[in-house]
């Protein structure tokens, strides 16, 4: 049984979103929990993939990686596969690291900050890097998992 956790005080993602996270984890059960990262759901520009980020283990992102069906030009999806590390199941921007090195704090049931190392864009700042601080808002979250 699905269940989303989401409040009444926030309000539920766009109709594309939430159906495209419905199919990713009716076809992939053992996932926990699917948190938007980097955006609000509710102010995405439609040009720019979205980013999503699920909770599971790696057998399930090795299933997500050749369920090609799944794989939607419009969204990147990213597994965290023990608590921690996570890796990019699909999408243009490759990623791999640790939540713990992304400072990820749950401040709330439906949102979370971290931080997410970027090139400096500044004038005189070639080659820096910089850390932005990222919000992240909980999408659907399992039964249980609450």
Same mark, same amino acid.
């Not at 159906?19 to 948190?35: H, K, M």
């Not at 949102?111 to 190392?117: K, T, V």
């Given at each position: 049984? $699905?269940?989303?956790?989401? !409040?009444?005080?926030?309000?539920?993602?766009?109709?594309?979103?939430?159906?495209?996270?419905?199919?990713?984890?009716?076809?992939?059960?053992?996932? !926990?929990?699917?948190?938007?990262?980097?955006?609000?759901?509710?102010?995405? =520009?439609?040009?720019?993939?979205?980013?999503?980020?699920?909770?599971? =283990? #790696?057998?399930?992102? @090795?299933?997500?990686?050749?369920?090609?069906?799944? #794989?939607?030009?419009? $969204?990147?999806?990213? &597994? &965290?596969? =023990?608590?921690?590390?996570?890796?990019?199941?699909?999408?243009? @921007?490759?990623?791999?690291?640790?939540?713990?090195?992304?400072?990820?704090? @749950?401040? !709330?049931? #439906?949102?979370?900050?971290?931080?997410?190392?970027?090139?400096?864009?500044?004038?005189?700042?070639?080659?820096? /890097? &910089?850390?932005?601080?990222?919000?992240? $808002?909980?999408?659907? @979250?399992? /039964?249980?998992?609450?």
């Amino acid at each position: 049984m $699905f269940a989303s956790t989401l !409040s009444a005080a926030r309000p539920a993602p766009p109709p594309d979103v939430a159906a495209f996270v419905y199919r990713i984890v009716a076809s992939c059960l053992d996932i !926990s929990a699917v948190w938007s990262i980097g955006h609000d759901p509710q102010a995405c =520009d439609a040009l720019e993939p979205r980013r999503l980020l699920a909770f599971a =283990d #790696h057998a399930t992102l @090795q299933r997500l990686r050749r369920c090609e069906p799944l #794989h939607h030009d419009g $969204f990147e999806l990213h &597994v &965290v596969i =023990d608590g921690d590390l996570f890796e990019t199941a699909w999408g243009t @921007q490759k990623l791999s690291g640790s939540l713990a090195r992304w400072a990820w704090c @749950q401040t !709330s049931a #439906h949102e979370a900050y971290y931080n997410e190392a970027r090139w400096a864009q500044g004038i005189g700042e070639a080659g820096a /890097v &910089v850390r932005v601080r990222r919000k992240a $808002f909980l999408l659907w @979250q399992s /039964v249980g998992n609450e």
